[in-house]
């Protein structure tokens, strides 16, 4: 179940790329990133209120901070530049090199919470670099 979930999300993210394009050839990137957010935030809330309200009431201020940061470096910062990539590298360039933040995610997780590195997940891990130097080896768009 968990694998069929993860595939849903990659074409709900691929879906999205394209909608993404579609959006920031009219508009400029922060009012595309701005009205994306938003719709996910009222969203998301109004489920959370719904199913989860008293987790949502209870959630801890240092768990609050945590997500702060993450909500600023995930849907602001990354989302931004995200857009404005796929603006002008295209959906397939900007997506997949996008996509690249399983590497970013096993380095910091080996980094700072002392995640091990297995054979499995260094393959993979070469797998995707090797994929953006093939991706990028193609020349401009």
């Known amino acids: 179940m968990g694998i069929l979930l993860a595939l849903l999300a990659a074409v709900c993210w ?17 009012v595309s990133v701005a009205v994306s957010v938003l719709s996910g935030f009222l969203v ?3 489920l959370a209120l719904i199913f989860h309200w008293r987790a949502v009431w209870e959630l801890p201020g240092r768990a609050f901070l945590w997500f702060l940061l993450a909500g600023f470096l995930n849907f602001f910062l990354s ?8 603006r002008l590298a295209g959906v397939s360039r900007g997506a997949l090199l996008g996509g690249t933040y399983p590497l970013f995610a ?3 997780a080996i980094a700072f919470a002392g995640e091990k590195l297995t054979v499995p997940v260094l393959l993979g891990t070469l797998a995707v670099v090797g994929g953006v130097a093939l991706i990028m080896s193609g020349g401009r768009r």
């Open 14 to 30: 691929g879906s999205g790329a394209l909608m993404t394009r579609k959006a920031v050839e009219r508009l400029r990137p922060t």
């Open 44 to 46: 998301v809330m109004t």
């Open 79 to 86: 989302r931004h530049l995200n857009f404005i990539s796929i």
């Open 106 to 108: 096993l380095l910091f």
